[in-house]
Each structure stands twice: as C-alpha cells, then as structure tokens.
C-alpha cells in the first residue's frame, strides 16, 4: 500500500493529475510496470525479435517488477491507430516506420528518399546524429519520444504485371505506399500511381488485385509471404526502411529514473543488437525468396542504380522546396548539389 502511496504521488506530481500517462490500476494491482508495445510485422521479423529482446531483458533485470507486453501482427492496433493510441496511453512503445511518423513529423520524410543512403552507416550517421535528434525535438513538441532507430534494410520492388527493369517500366502500374508525400512522389515521378494502405491491408490489397505491386524490405515480402500474390520482384534497393522507436514523453518521464535508466540501457543493447540482426535476416531471407518457385527476381547493377535514382529525381526537388527545417534543409541542400553535379557530369 505504501509503495502505491509512493507511485501515485509521484505521478500526479509529475503529470499534473493527467490520466493518460501510466495506468493507475496496473500500478496498484500489480504494483508493477506494464509497458504494452504493440507493432505490426512478424514475431520472427527484425522489429518483432527486437521486441522480444527486450522484453526478456527487461523483465528478467527489474526482477519482475517491469512487465512488457509484446503485441506483434497489428493484434492490437494496426498502424493506422498505433500513434493515436499511444498518444492516449493505451500503449506505451510503438516502432512504426519512419514514413508512418511523416505525417506527424514532415521532416521525417527524408528517410524515404530514394536512394538517399548507400548502405546502414550511412542510415546511423543520420539518425544517431544532429538530424536525429532534431526529429526527436520535433516528436518531443507533439508529445512523443524517440527512444531508438531500428532497422529493416532497404526496400525492393514487387508487382504482378511485369518485370521491372528500367524506370519506363513504371509506366502506368499502381503501388501501395505507407503514409509519405515522399514515397507518393517517388512513384509519380516514374509515371506510376500510387495508394495509401495499412500493412495489415496490404496481402489482401495485392492477392484481389487492388493495385499492381508494393515496395518493401525482404524480411517483410519473406514474412507476410507477400511473394505468393506477386510474380516479379527487382532487388533495387531504392528506399530504406527503418522505424522510430517511440513512447509517449510525459510516460516516459514519469517513470523513476532507476527504472528508466535500466529501460534505455536495454534499449541501446537492443538497438545495436538489431540492427546487426537486421542485416543477417536481410541475406538470409533473400536466399529464401530467390528459392520460390515463381517468383522472377531481377537484379539492379550499380549502374542501373544510378538511372533509377536519375528517374526519381523529381522527388528530391520536391523535398527540397518542402522542408523548413534548417538542419535538414542543410543536409539535402549537399545530397542535391551532389546529385546535380554528378547528373552535370
Ligand atoms: C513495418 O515494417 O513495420 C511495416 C512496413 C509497411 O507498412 O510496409
């Protein structure tokens, strides 16, 4: 009783008696933390492994007296509603994709430029660094926080029409898109159209033929066997998908800094721990799907690469004229006066 004394003062000390941070009658009942984290891929998925991770070490570290609830395959909210959700305290840890949060947070529409990295370092020099931190100030005024970038690899191509080759390929086939102005440029700017749709929509989407195909990491189109629905798929590694991990700030603050202390230290063993992770089941599944009977893959040369990201040009213009935010605007100032003086070239 006197602990949960304790617990309550301090949160409606913290929170200015609001409800929505922690759940009083988990606190008092159990009187411990339970962190519902709810996401929408696989269990056997990069961000569904790293959930679990951290899930067990938490638990086992706060001898029992932190619980988190994994909720895997959008079984409780599909990411149309996880930030809502969040916001108002029915969970406590999502980790959507970065394109998912573009609608909160525009600036975090660069991460879906295509062809803007070359490779996961590239990725971690943006998210560790300024830039990331920006984006977390940005979630921070609308009430979140970022806690993490995990990783899921870079997107490749599927459709049921034909292959996809060259970028005239795209001419006229529709694809489903996450929630980014980004990723819908991208596609108008090769001559295809595009639709906005939740991944729990997505398998249905393809097989009834609502649009022609869909961009996304191999672990996703190996997971939610996407691959029986679609006939071809080109390995182009034209976009990188990678999720925020992201709590509700005033959760997270109220929490006591022992505990919080030993939640982010397992998160920044996680995170190091998934992102390596990311990789293997990046190769490892990719294997995996070249073994599918019918399904066509085709793989980008480097230089077909570069045509690619000569055809999605229109995109980063877009951007550009877009952005507000200095920092960011700063960084893809440099990435276009690249661009423009190797297409000068
Ligand atoms: C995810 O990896 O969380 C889902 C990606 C998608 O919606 O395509």
Same mark, same amino acid.
């Given at each position: 009783?006197?602990?949960?004394?304790?617990?309550?003062?301090?949160?409606?000390?913290?929170?200015?008696?609001?409800?929505?941070?922690?759940?009083?009658?988990?606190?008092?009942?159990?009187?411990?933390?339970?962190?519902?984290?709810?996401?929408?891929?696989?269990?056997?998925?990069?961000?569904?492994?790293?959930?679990?991770?951290?899930?067990?070490?938490?638990?086992?570290?706060?001898?029992?007296?932190?619980?988190?609830?994994?909720?895997?395959?959008?079984?409780?909210?599909?990411?149309?509603?996880?930030?809502?959700?969040?916001?108002?305290?029915?969970?406590?840890?999502?980790?959507?994709?970065?394109?998912?949060?573009?609608?909160?947070?525009?600036?975090?529409?660069?991460?879906?430029?295509?062809?803007?990295?070359?490779?996961?370092?590239?990725?971690? =020099?943006?998210?560790?660094?300024? @830039?990331?931190? %920006?984006?977390?100030? /940005? *979630? $921070?005024?609308?009430?979140?926080?970022?806690?993490?970038?995990?990783?899921?690899?870079?997107?490749?191509?599927?459709?049921?029409?034909?292959?996809?080759?060259?970028?005239?390929?795209?001419?006229?086939?529709?694809?489903?898109?996450?929630?980014?102005?980004?990723?819908?440029?991208?596609?108008?700017?090769?001559?295809?159209?595009?639709?906005?749709?939740?991944?729990?929509?997505?398998?249905?989407?393809?097989?009834?033929?609502?649009?022609?195909?869909?961009?996304?990491?191999?672990?996703?189109?190996?997971?939610?066997?996407?691959?029986?629905?679609?006939?071809?798929?080109?390995?182009?590694?034209?976009?990188?998908?990678?999720?925020?991990?992201?709590?509700? =700030?005033?959760?997270?603050?109220? @929490?006591?800094? %022992?505990?919080?202390? /030993? *939640? $982010?230290?397992?998160?920044?063993?996680?995170?190091?721990?998934?992102?390596?992770?990311?990789?293997?089941?990046?190769?490892?599944?990719?294997?995996?799907?070249?073994?599918?009977?019918?399904?066509?893959?085709?793989?980008?040369?480097?230089?077909?690469?570069?045509?690619?990201?000569?055809?999605?040009?229109?995109?980063?213009?877009?951007?550009?004229?877009?952005?507000?935010?200095?920092?960011?605007?700063?960084?893809?100032?440099?990435?276009?006066?690249?661009?423009?003086?190797?297409?000068?070239?």
């Amino acid at each position: 009783m006197k602990s949960m004394t304790v617990w309550l003062s301090l949160i409606v000390l913290l929170l200015g008696c609001s409800p929505r941070a922690i759940d009083y009658d988990q606190v008092g009942a159990h009187d411990k933390l339970i962190i519902r984290f709810s996401h929408v891929t696989g269990e056997e998925t990069p961000k569904g492994l790293a959930a679990k991770r951290f899930k067990e070490i938490v638990e086992t570290r706060s001898d029992g007296k932190i619980e988190v609830q994994v909720f895997p395959n959008s079984t409780l909210f599909s990411d149309k509603e996880e930030l809502k959700a969040l916001k108002r305290g029915e969970i406590q840890l999502i980790a959507p994709a970065t394109s998912k949060v573009s609608p909160l947070v525009p600036e975090a529409l660069l991460f879906d430029l295509p062809y803007l990295f070359h490779n996961q370092d590239d990725v971690w =020099k943006i998210a560790d660094g300024p @830039i990331g931190e %920006e984006l977390n100030q /940005l *979630l $921070e005024k609308q009430g979140y926080k970022m806690l993490a970038v995990w990783d899921n690899g870079f997107k490749q191509l599927t459709n049921n029409r034909h292959p996809i080759e060259r970028p005239e390929d795209f001419k006229d086939l529709s694809f489903r898109i996450m929630p980014s102005k980004v990723l819908a440029k991208q596609f108008e700017s090769v001559g295809s159209t595009s639709m906005v749709l939740a991944f729990d929509e997505l398998y249905t989407a393809l097989e009834q033929g609502h649009v022609d195909g869909e961009e996304n990491t191999v672990s996703n189109i190996y997971s939610k066997k996407l691959y029986l629905t679609q006939k071809y798929m080109t390995k182009s590694d034209h976009g990188y998908l990678g999720y925020f991990v992201l709590t509700q =700030k005033e959760f997270w603050e109220a @929490i006591p800094p %022992e505990q919080r202390e /030993l *939640l $982010e230290q397992a998160l920044v063993e996680v995170t190091e721990w998934e992102r390596n992770l990311a990789l293997d089941i990046d190769i490892k599944e990719y294997e995996a799907l070249k073994a599918i009977q019918g399904l066509e893959i085709y793989e980008l040369s480097e230089e077909e690469k570069q045509q690619w990201r000569e055809a999605f040009y229109l995109t980063y213009e877009w951007f550009a004229s877009q952005t507000q935010d200095e920092i960011i605007k700063g960084f893809i100032t440099e990435i276009f006066e690249e661009g423009t003086s190797s297409k000068d070239k």
